[in-house]
C-alpha cells in the first residue's frame, strides 16, 4: 500500500512526546512489512544541522492561504527503498525556537502554521508521481487535511487517478486546535464548511473536528481511550460529534519501538539485561542512584517518574501521595517540564527529602532510558492517558508500572487481581492521592517478597507491544477506509 503519513512531530528529528514516537514507529513498521511510505512534517530549527544528510528536493509549493499566498520547499530523506520522510520548509513558520510555543505561550499564528502544513500535505497527496491511496494524518495539527481533500473530490480529483482514502488518529483529544472564527478564512475553505456539523464550534475553528468529521476512518491509540472518548467525562466537548461516527472510529494501542528501547542493546546504559537474564538490571539501578546523587544501596526500592508536568498526567495528586509516602524506606526520581507550579512542588518535595527524592528538569532523552534501565518501581498517575508509553518501557525494561487505570494504561498493564499468573504491574482506579499511597505501599511489600517481584519482572520483561502486531490493525483500518472512501 501507498501510504502518506502527516505528523508535526517525528523521532528522532522532532519530538515533544508520544506522538513523535508513534509517527516514527508506524512508518517504520509499514516500511519494514513492504508498504510504500513517505512521512511529512515540519523543517523545525536545526533539523538540517543535526541531519546533514537531508536533501533539498525539486519541488516548490505556492499556494493561498487567506488573504495572501505562502511559498515553501520540500526536504526529503531516504531511510530505506520504500520509506521516505519528508520535511516541508518555510522559514517564517517553522525555524522558531519552539515547535509549538516559546517562553509557555503558544505561537499566535499556529493557525496559519499548522493550516499551511495540511494544505502542504493535501497538495502533497493530490500531485506526488506516486500517489497514495491513503493519507493517514495525526492530531490536530494535520486534521484539516481529510476536509481539504474531501472538498478537493467534490471538486473533481482530476488525474483520472482516484482520490486518497483518509484516517484520522486522534493523539490526545484535550488538544483540538482551536481558533477564532475569523481563522477558517486561512483555509480558503467555502463558507458553508464553517457550521456546527463540520468546522465549527460555537464560534471557532476547531481544527481536529475537521478530522473527525471528513475523516474515512479514525483511530485513537488504545481500545479503552476509544471508549472513553464518547463518554461525556472524557470526550472534551467533542463526544456528540464522536458518538455520531462512532462505527468509523477503532481503538488501536500504540506500539513500542524495540530497536530504540531494548534494554539488551541500549547504548544508554551501563549494563545491558534481557528477562532471561535479568541480573544486569542491578548495576544500571545503582548507576542511577549515583547519578542522582541518591545512596547507592540496592536494598532500597527506587520509584521513578519521566513526564510533562501537566494537570494530565495526575502530578498533582502524585506531589500528595509522595509527601505521605516518602517517609517509607524508599527513593524518587522525577525527570520532567512543563508547568511552573509542579515544578516548584517538586523542588519543595526534594527540599522536604534531601537524599530521597532527586529531581531533575529538562528534557533527556539519554537520562530517560537509565531511568527505566535503573528503577525498581515506575509510577505514572494519569488522569486520563490516551496510550501511553513509558508505561510500555517500564515494562520492557522490568520496572514494574503503578498506573491509574485509565485509557492506554489500563489495555497495556495487568493487576493482580485482574489474572494472578500474568500480574505485571499495580493499578489503583480513583483520581486521588490516597489510592495512589496505598498502590505505593503495595509495591514496598512486593520489594520484601523477591520471588514475586521477580515474576512481576519476568511478566513485565515478556510483555508484547511490538509493532508487527500493532500495524495488522492499521492495516485492516486502511482497507475499511478504501471501501468507504469508493462508496458515493
Ligand atoms: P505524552 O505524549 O502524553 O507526553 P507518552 O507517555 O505517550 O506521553 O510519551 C512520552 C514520551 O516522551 C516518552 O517517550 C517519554 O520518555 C518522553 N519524555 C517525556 N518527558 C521527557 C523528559 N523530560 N525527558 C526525556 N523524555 C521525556
Sequence with gaps: MRVLLASSEVHPFSKTGGLADMSAGLAKALGRAGHQVRVVTPLYRGILQRFPEIRREDWRFDLPLGAGRIQAGLYSIQLRDNLVVSFVEQAFFYDRNGYYMDHNADYPDNDARFIFFSKCVAHLARYLPAAPEIVHVHDWQAALVPALISHEKRAGWGRGERPPATCLTIHNLAYQGMF??????????????????????????????????????????????????????????????LRKRAARLRGILNGADDEDWNPGTDAYLERHFTASRPAGKTANKLALQREMGLAQENGIPLFA????????????????????????????????????????GYRALSARFPGKAAIRFGYNEALAHRIEAGCDFYIMPSRFEPSGLNQMYSLRYGAIPIVRATGGLDD?????????????????????????????????????????????????????????????????????????????
Design 180 to 241: 477564532p472564527g475569523t481563522s477558517f478564512g486561512l483555509t480558503d475553505l467555502p463558507r458553508e464548511y464553517f457550521t456546527p456539523d463540520r468546522l465549527e464550534f460555537f464560534g471557532l475553528l476547531n481544527c481536529l473536528k475537521a478530522g473527525i468529521v471528513f475523516a474515512d476512518a479514525i483511530t485513537t491509540v488504545s481500545p479503552r481511550y476509544a471508549r472513553e472518548i464518547l463518554t461525556e467525562e472524557y470526550g472534551c466537548s467533542l463526544d456528540g460529534i
Design 305 to 344: 517518574t519521566i513526564s510533562r508536568l501537566a494537570g494530565q498526567k495526575g502530578m498533582d495528586i502524585q506531589l500528595a501521595a509522595l509527601e505521605e509516602m516518602l517517609n517509607a524506606n524508599m527513593q524518587f526520581v522525577l525527570l520532567g517540564a512543563g508547568e511552573n507550579a509542579f515544578e516548584h
Design 412 to 488: 497495556s498493564v495487568v493487576d493482580l487481581t485482574e489474572d494472578g499468573r500474568r500480574a505485571n504491574g499495580i493499578k489503583f482506579y480513583d483520581y486521588s492521592p490516597r489510592p495512589l499511597a496505598k498502590a505505593i505501599r503495595k509495591a514496598l511489600a512486593l520489594y520484601e517478597c523477591p520471588g514475586l517481584l521477580a515474576q512481576y519482572r519476568r511478566n513485565a520483561m515478556k510483555a508484547d507491544f511490538s509493532w508487527n502486531r500493532t500495524i495488522r490493525e492499521y492495516l485492516e483500518v486502511y482497507e475499511t477506509a478504501k471501501n468507504a472512501a469508493s462508496r458515493p
